[in-house]
Structure formats: structure tokens, C-alpha cells
């Protein structure tokens, strides 16, 4: 079963910052997939879990970006 979580991501305004955010999205442990869109800032995640808010927040924020809504 998967779980997936919408995350609204604040910066976003490329490809290179799309990648950013998803690579190290996708290093978290149980992450499967991650799309982000930097236009609409949307950056959806599938995870064998429910995600841990502390987990991502650290992600998005050393990417340099702000996680605007909550896990």
C-alpha cells in the first residue's frame, strides 16, 4: 500500500529546483516516488509510511526552500 502526501513547497521556480527538492525527498527512507511541480509549488510524494513532518521540513529546508503546509 502506498501513501500519498501533497506538499505545498515555497521558492520553487525551476527544473534544477524541482530536482532539489526531489532528490532529497526521495532519500527519505520509504519514499517511492516524488513529482514536484515548481509552477503551482506542489510537490506530491509516495511513501510506504505516513512521512515524519520533522523528516521533510529538514529536506526542504537544506534544499533552501519552505515548507508552507504541514505534513
Do not use: N
Amino acid at each position: 500500500m502506498s501513501i500519498t502526501t501533497v506538499l505545498t513547497v515555497d521558492g520553487m521556480s525551476c527544473g534544477h529546483c524541482e530536482k532539489t527538492v526531489s532528490a532529497g525527498l526521495a532519500a527519505i527512507p520509504g519514499v517511492t516516488e516524488v513529482v514536484a511541480d515548481a509552477p503551482s509549488g506542489r510537490v506530491t510524494v509516495a511513501s510506504a509510511q505516513p512521512l515524519e513532518t520533522a523528516a521533510v521540513r529538514s529536506v526542504v529546508d537544506e534544499a533552501g526552500f519552505t515548507l508552507v503546509d504541514e505534513v
